[in-house]
Every structure is written in C-alpha cells, then in structure tokens.
C-alpha cells in the first residue's frame, strides 16, 4: 500500500492570474525512496466534481516531506473559486 500522505492543502487564487492554485505538502511514509510521484486532485462544488488534474513531484526520498503548487488553469478563481466546498488529494502512482 502506498503510504503518502498530504498535508497543509489549500485553495487559492494565483498572484498573477484569475486561476486557481492549489498548494500544499506531500510526505513519503512507503518506507522507500521514489523518482516521482504522480497524485490526483478533485475539487468539488457540493458533490460535483469541476476540476480533475494531476501533478507530480519528482525525487520524494523515504522520510521527506515536499511542497507541491498544482494551478487549474480552466477554472477562473472569481467564478467558482469561492463556491468550492471540498477537494480529494490522492497518489495515483509511483515510480
């Protein structure tokens, strides 16, 4: 089982443009070291999903901890950003 875990997610409106950005930190607790990391993130509006992106993270050693900054650049931040209720953030594969 993958043991990676995420941390210090938020939702938020990139500095330089409308889009969202999501930020955060990614931990590898696997018990070995990967190349990268590919994760999904879903954000939701209620129980709708409107976004659906993956980011990955290069070079996460066993026991280290990243920042990860993933933008959506097919969401406007001023349109939905406000009305989003929840997200999922989960590894989808390593290597």
Do not use: C, W
């Not at 954000?43 to 993956?54: D, E, G, R, S, W």
């Not at 026991?63 to 929840?86: H, N, P, Q, S």
């Amino acid at each position: 089982m993958l043991n990676i875990e995420y941390a210090n997610v938020t939702i938020g409106k990139a500095q330089q443009t409308n889009q969202i950005v999501v930020k955060g930190e990614i931990t590898n607790r696997a018990g070995r070291h990967y190349s990268a990391v590919a994760s999904r993130i879903v954000l939701f509006i209620k129980n709708i999903p409107i976004a659906n992106t993956v980011f990955v993270v290069n070079g996460l050693q066993n026991g280290a901890t990243k920042t990860f900054e993933k933008y959506i650049e097919e969401l406007d931040y001023d349109l939905v950003g406000k009305d989003i209720t929840r997200f999922d953030v989960y590894p989808e594969s390593v290597y």
